[in-house]
T-cell receptor
């Protein structure tokens, strides 16, 4: 089975400043990695995903993430945040090619708070 | 294209009762997954249905069950409700296929409160 650790439950950042949300995973097999965002009273929306290939993945809304296999990390970054980025962010992992019975395994989430 | 819809959006039930939640996937999507979201446990995978068959299952008791119809709509049932079942239940649909590489599109969820 795999697991995900999001190291920060809450990250306050000033508007237009850069941000990094940290995610580490544990798995004995190859994995797919995802970042989702959840706005209040809404479902989750996919920001980006890593399946294979280039370790730098670009997503929607100016977000990007870098897969680091040796450090088992998949940190999310944005160079300049906006008030509208205030939301809960979830890192998730699934077993890689071949599927897996345990679906997506999510981290506990990081609440990104943008301060004006 | 319409998104994933879940009904009802809010539900209040009493301990011991049973409940059925419904999920309509995006047109053309054959895979429907269910997740439970609580403040304490976070997001946890319940099960996945593909072409009317349960393809994957998480670690939940047998009180949690589901089914999928020929039009890919899915229902989730929880019997003998417990206080701990209070949660946001999220449904996600995808094109399916083997593995989890296909993007999952989430619905807004059903907020279940058990009293």
């Amino acid at each position: 089975a795999q697991s995900v650790t999001q190291l920060d439950s809450q990250v306050p950042v000033f508007e237009e400043a850069p941000v990094e949300l940290r995610c580490n995973y544990s798995s004995s097999v190859s994995v797919y990695l995802f970042w989702y965002v959840q706005y209040p009273n809404q479902g989750l929306q996919l920001l980006l995903k890593y399946l294979s290939g280039s370790t730098l993945v670009k997503g929607i809304n100016g977000f990007e993430a870098e897969f680091n296999k040796s450090q088992t990390s998949f940190h999310l970054r944005k160079p300049s945040v906006h008030i509208s980025d205030t939301a809960e962010y979830f890192c998730a992992v699934s077993r890689g090619s071949g599927g897996g019975a345990d679906g997506l395994t999510f981290g506990k989430g990081t609440h990104l708070i943008i301060q004006p | 294209k319409a998104g994933v819809t879940q009904t009802p959006r809010y539900l209040i039930k009493t301990r011991g009762q049973q409940v059925t939640l419904s999920c309509s996937p995006i047109s053309g999507h054959r895979s429907v997954s269910w997740y439970q979201q609580t403040p304490g446990q976070g997001l946890q995978f319940l099960f996945e249905y593909f072409s009317e068959t349960q393809r994957n299952k998480g670690n939940f008791p047998g009180r949690f069950s589901g089914r999928q119809f020929s039009n890919s709509r899915s229902e989730m049932n929880v019997s003998t409700l417990e206080l701990g079942d209070s949660a946001l239940y999220l449904c996600a649909s995808s094109l399916g296929g083997r593995g989890w590489s296909y993007e999952q599109y989430f619905g807004p969820g059903t907020r279940l409160t058990v009293t």
